[in-house]
Nanobody, 124 residues
Framework: QVQLVESGGGLVQAGGSLRLSCAAS????????MGWFRQVPGKEREFVAA????????DYADSVKGRFTIFRDNAKNTVYLQMNSLEPEDTAVYYC?????????????????WGQGTQVTVSS
């Protein structure tokens, strides 16, 4: 089992920045692919970013490329999502997710473990 706990959400003005953190415990964290997803009420969950266990193959949704950066610190069992140039359209609940295996994927159904989510609100 893997437990994931997100933190770092909040309210920020458009153009601002936030850094989300996801602390993992349980199974060997460094072997897991870690991802971030987001969801707005009434809409489907959306892939944001993911990174493999080595931290050298990040993947991003087109909507966040160039603005968001995913990175991980395996010594701290933590993955981060640095969000810059935030837009009101980025407002959502952000979820951390984890899966076994070496391959990064955008498919939420492939992830086995999920955090409880953290709210990000970007005001215009």
């Amino acid at each position: 089992q893997v437990q994931l706990v997100e933190s770092g959400g909040g309210l920020v003005q458009a153009g601002g920045s936030l850094r989300l953190s996801c602390a993992a415990s349980g199974r060997a964290y460094r072997y897991l692919v870690m991802g971030w997803f987001r969801q707005v009420p009434g809409k489907e969950r959306e892939f944001v970013a993911a990174i493999n266990y080595r931290g050298d193959s990040p993947d991003y949704a087109d909507s966040v490329k160039g603005r968001f950066t995913i990175f991980r610190d395996n010594a701290k069992n933590t993955v981060y999502l640095q969000m810059n140039s935030l837009e009101p359209e980025d407002t959502a609940v952000y979820y951390c997710a984890a899966k076994g295996g070496p391959f990064v994927t955008k498919a939420g159904g492939s992830y086995d473990y999920w955090g409880q989510g953290t709210q990000v609100t970007v005001s215009s």
